[in-house]
Nanobody, 124 residues
Framework: QVQLVESGGGLVQAGGSLRLSCAAS????????MGWFRQAPGKEREFVVG????????SYAAAVKGRFTISRDNAKNTVYLQMNSLKPEDTGLYYC?????????????????WGQGTQVTVSS
């Protein structure tokens, strides 16, 4: 059974930082591109960043480029999201997702497995 478990969310002031983790099990982690998505209340789920199977290709949403950094450790079956210079508009439920394709894409429908999400709240 595939499981993706996010952790690291919390409440932080604007300008602060958080590091999210997503631990995967039940799948060959290195065979999946990984993505982070977020969903704010009343809004649709949106793509944040994706990383290819090997980590050699990364794609960021314009809203987070320069502030967020994705990385993965295939030996630990874990993908990370370092979030710096957080803004109130970054508030939302953050999900990690696994896509069996080589490179991560922004379309949520392309992803095969999803975690339950971790809440990030940025106060002004």
């Amino acid at each position: 059974q595939v499981q993706l478990v996010e952790s690291g969310g919390g409440l932080v002031q604007a300008g602060g930082s958080l590091r999210l983790s997503c631990a995967a099990s039940g799948l060959t982690f290195s065979s999946y591109a990984m993505g982070w998505f977020r969903q704010a209340p009343g809004k649709e789920r949106e793509f944040v960043v994706g990383i290819s199977r090997t980590g050699g290709s990364i794609s960021y949403a314009a809203a987070v480029k320069g502030r967020f950094t994705i990385s993965r450790d295939n030996a630990k079956n874990t993908v990370y999201l370092q979030m710096n210079s957080l803004k109130p508009e970054d508030t939302g439920l953050y999900y990690c997702a696994a896509d069996r394709n080589i490179a991560a894409v922004p379309a949520a429908a392309a992803y095969d497995y999803w975690g339950q999400g971790t809440q990030v709240t940025v106060s002004s």
